[in-house]
Structures are given as structure tokens and as C-alpha cells.
């Protein structure tokens, strides 16, 4: 057995010998440990020596080593080819993007060339080039003045002469107007939504003006921001955002120097037209974050965020013309408090990561589920001014505060974040939740699953900025924790939350 130990030892040596070599000279190092000269050497200065077990044993140690062989092999296979995987789709990814933005930006000046065109063929045949553009009583729009450079507004502003907010008598609490909106998507539409969503929906409308619906794309996003304009009699105006979008200029307009006119979106048609009544107006940005939402949403997140509403201000022109429509001054125009916006969100290779920037001024709602038709009695669409939806919102939160036990379990909750996963929230988060909870639970719902709702889109979703390998063996105890001290499966959004995380690994 001495024979074989003296054996064993020189013949692996050589293996690792050659490994360590290895970091010390890269193909020097290879080159030894597949010299198979050597391992030659090595047998036949010893088979002589070895009786019928070792001779076993010299088999077992060959195949010992050809087996480590074979798996470092392996393991270099499997790593160049994931990493040859993930730089090709990588480069598919930005050149496809880069495609579409280069599309899109020739487009955009293809556009901005036809309105010189027009704009020369104008001055020379004095005629109007968009003689199609007609005013909502179906006037023709008056596109010629020079001296008009926002015409489409202008003949807002005409149509709007004789106009006078309706005033409806309301009486509907929001446990009601959640059940009618309910059951007017399922008779009026055929769009199913269960009370897990809408219960959301309407807390997050009373949070703040922008709302984020995400989920698996084919769940309903889209459609239940239609329905909700459906239902309040004014059909939500549809802002397809684009790859190219870059500042607020795609998405409200710009000047154009050379025509002298101002180039008007549906999007500020809509804000300009919300601020004559006291309607529900919604505007749905489609797939917002096919660019970057910081980017071209970012003045409105600022002045949306403005405690007042008489600093809620948008700056579209440096100076005021004399013939700017009414509601602009000096260039600037004023955002309604009755206009909310719906964002819907895909989370897939063709789009952007919404930052956390945009997460805290909105209120995410995850829509993942298809609910399947149910029968519902008959409702039709309502009258409701916007003053008195927000009415609803604050009759909620004065008579459904959120109990001491809640805002202790919040507290409890955000120590333990902060102890565990080194993340907190500040007073922002803390104010909508104040207002988000007491509409949740007027809606119908109750007090632990808002709290629970809330903290797992607006403060566990931070967990998706720190690395799932580092906080791995956290996520098991953390979901011990809320089981322990809330129930078990009480905070199941939570709960939910963090276990799609853990698979994520």
C-alpha cells in the first residue's frame, strides 16, 4: 500500500503542480496539467511495482483525474457560453433600440420639414394648409393668422364661449361609486375587474394625479383607465409614448421657429380643456415607460408635487403673444387639479426601468390577474364632478385615520427594514399612505390589507435596487417575521412580494 500512497502522490501532484503554475503562468501552467507525457512517465516507472489492488486503485486515481478534467471543462463551457448570451442580446437590445430612436427622430424631422413646406406654400398661396382641422362644434380652424400660433387651443377657447360647468347633485359614497363603476365595466364594456384592483385604483387616485398600472401585458391595463373615462363621461384622451420621447416637448409640443406656430398634442389639448370644468378628465400615458419617464414627464412630477395648487404652472413659450388663448399668461399655462394620469407600464427587454423617482411621486398598481365574466345588474355611465370625488377622498381620510396599531405596525415594519435590508422611506411615502389607507378601507376594504397593499408596492419595491444574492438568506426570516406578528398570510402581499423575489435567484 506504501507503494500506492508514493504513486498517488506523484502522479496528482502533477495536476496541481500544474494548477498552481497555472496562476503563475496561464499556458505554461495548462500545458502541464495535460502533459500527458508525463503522466506516461509516471505509470510506467511504477507498474511493475503495484500488486493486483493497487492496480485498482491506479484505475480509480486516472479516472479520478479525468473527471476533474472534465468538469472544469464544463464549467468554462457553461460560463462562456452564458456570457457569449448575454452580450448578444445585450447588443440586440440597444441596436434595436437605437434603430427605433434613429426611426423615430427621422420621422420627427420629416415632420418638422413638411411644416416648413407647408409654411412656404402658405406664405405664397396664401391658403391654409390644414383646412381638415376643425373646432368640437365642427368649424374649420384658423390655422392662416400669423398672428395665432396655438390654433388648435384658440379654437378651444371659441368653442368654449358659451360654455358653463355642469354642476351634478352628487350623493354617491365610494363604497357605491366603486360597486356602479364595477358593474357598468362588466354590463357596458365586458371588462371584469375584481374589487383587489379597483379598491387600489381609486385609493391611488386619491393619493395623487399619476398613477402607474403594471403588469404581464393582456391583464386589462390599458382598458381600465378607458373604462374609468367611459364612466365618467369623458372619454380618457390616449398619449402613445414613443422610444424617441426625450423632454416635455414631446409629450405637450414645441414651438417651431420657422412657421411660427406652435405644434399642439393631444395631450396639452386635453389639459387645456380640462380647465374650463369641473369634470373627471384622464389622460393615459400607453406604455410610459418605452422611454425614459424622468425625462419627458419630469416638470410635470415637480409641479404636480407643489403643495399649491396656484403654483401648478407650465412654462410652454418664453413671452405671451396678444392673441395666445386665454388661459395662457405670459407663455404659461395653468394645470388642472381635475385631470389625473394613468401610466401603463410593460416590464420586458423593449423598455426602460422606471426609477425610484417616479415610483414616489405615483401610486403603482399591479394588475396580474384576468378575472373571469361574472353577472352584474345593469349600470350605466355617471355624473360626478371632480370636486366631489375629492370631496369623497377627504371624507375618507378624516372619518378612516389610521389607527395607532396601524401606524405602529408601519413603524415596526420600517425598523425592521432598515435593521435587515438598509432601506427607508421618507414623509412623502408617509403622507400618501395616510391618504391611500382610509380610501382603501371606504372603498370597502380593510385596514390590514391597505397597510399591506401599500408597503409591498411603495416600500418593498425597493428591494428591487439591492442585489438578491446579498439579501437571500434575509427574505425567509423576514417573511417568519410578518407571519409571526400579523398572522400567518395576513400580509400576503408581502408575502407574495418577497417570494417572487426569492425565485428571482
Given at each position: 500500500m506504501n507503494t500506492f500512497l508514493r504513486f498517488f502522490y506523484e502522479f496528482i501532484s502533477i495536476f496541481f503542480d500544474g494548477l498552481f503554475n497555472a496562476f503563475k503562468g496561464l499556458f505554461g501552467g495548462i500545458?502541464?496539467?495535460?502533459d500527458l507525457g508525463e503522466y506516461g512517465k509516471i505509470i510506467d516507472s511504477y507498474k511493475n511495482s503495484f500488486n493486483g489492488g493497487e492496480k485498482v486503485f491506479v484505475f480509480l486515481a486516472i479516472a479520478f483525474l479525468v473527471i476533474i478534467v472534465i468538469i472544469i471543462a464544463l464549467l468554462i463551457w457553461l460560463?462562456?457560453?452564458k456570457m457569449l448570451r448575454k452580450i448578444n442580446n445585450n447588443l440586440t437590445k440597444d441596436e434595436l433600440l437605437n434603430e427605433i430612436g434613429n426611426l423615430n427622430d427621422q420621422v420627427k424631422k420629416l415632420m418638422k420639414e413638411k411644416d416648413e413646406i407647408m409654411a412656404m406654400?402658405?406664405?405664397?398661396?396664401?391658403?391654409?394648409?390644414?383646412?381638415e382641422e376643425t373646432t368640437e362644434n365642427g368649424e374649420a380652424v384658423d390655422e392662416g393668422d400669423p398672428s395665432i400660433r396655438f390654433p388648435k387651443l384658440t379654437a378651444i377657447d371659441e368653442a368654449m364661449v358659451d360654455f358653463h360647468p355642469r354642476v351634478y347633485e352628487n350623493n354617491m359614497t365610494l363604497a357605491e361609486l366603486i360597486e356602479n363603476f364595477r358593474c357598468f365595466a362588466a354590463t357596458q364594456l365586458h371588462l371584469y375587474y375584481d374589487y383587489v384592483i379597483l379598491r387600489p385604483f381609486f385609493a391611488g387616485l386619491a393619493c395623487g394625479k399619476l398613477i402607474i398600472l403594471q403588469g404581464i401585458s393582456g391583464t386589462g391595463k390599458t382598458s381600465l383607465a378607458y373604462a374609468w373615462g367611459k364612466f365618467v363621461k369623458m372619454d380618457s384622451c390616449v398619449a402613445s409614448v414613443e422610444p424617441s420621447w426625450k423632454d416635455k416637448s414631446d409629450f405637450l409640443g414645441y414651438f417651431n421657429e420657422f412657421t411660427k406656430k406652435f405644434n399642439e398634442t393631444k395631450a396639452l389639448g386635453e389639459i387645456y380643456r380640462a380647465s374650463f370644468d369641473d369634470d373627471v378628465h384622464t389622460i393615459i400615458l400607453d406604455e410610459m415607460n418605452l422611454a425614459r419617464v424622468e425625462y419627458y414627464f419630469a416638470d410635470l412630477l415637480s409641479i404636480l408635487e407643489m403643495p399649491s395648487r396656484d403654483e401648478w404652472v407650465i412654462d410652454l413659450t418664453p413671452s405671451g403673444w396678444p392673441n395666445d388663448p386665454d388661459k395662457l399668461e405670459n407663455g404659461k399655462l395653468r394645470l388642472p387639479g381635475n385631470l389625473w394620469y394613468i401610466g401603463t407600464i410593460n416590464n420586458d427587454d423593449s423598455t426602460f426601468m422606471v426609477t425610484d423617482k417616479v415610483y414616489d411621486r405615483a401610486m403603482p398598481i399591479d394588475i396580474n390577474i384576468k378575472v373571469p365574466p361574472f353577472k352584474c345588474r345593469e349600470q350605466e355611465a355617471v355624473d360626478i364632478n371632480a370636486s366631489y370625488l375629492e370631496s369623497l377622498f377627504a371624507e375618507a381620510i378624516d372619518k378612516y385615520k389610521v389607527?395607532?396599531?396601524g401606524?405602529?405596525?408601519?413603524?415596526?415594519?420600517?425598523?425592521?427594514?432598515?435593521?435587515?435590508?438598509?432601506?427607508?422611506?421618507?414623509?412623502?411615502?408617509?403622507?400618501q399612505l395616510n391618504t391611500f389607507v382610509p380610501v382603501y378601507v371606504a372603498c370597502g376594504g380593510k385596514e390590514i390589507e391597505a397597510i399591506d397593499y401599500f408597503i409591498a408596492k411603495k416600500i418593498l419595491r425597493k428591494f428591487d435596487q439591492l442585489s438578491v444574492a446579498l439579501i437571500r438568506d434575509e427574505i425567509d426570516p423576514f417573511i417568519n417575521y410578518l407571519n409571526k406578528n400579523y398572522g400567518k398570510g395576513v400580509m400576503k402581499e408581502c408575502i407574495y412580494y418577497l417570494q417572487t423575489l426569492k425565485k428571482s435567484i
Open positions: 500545458g502541464q496539467m495535460f460560463f462562456v457560453k406654400k402658405v406664405s405664397q398661396l396664401g391658403v391654409n394648409p390644414e383646412e389607527s395607532d396599531k401606524l405602529k405596525s408601519v413603524e415596526e415594519i420600517d425598523d425592521y427594514v432598515i435593521e435587515h435590508f438598509r432601506i427607508a422611506f421618507g414623509n412623502r411615502i408617509m403622507k
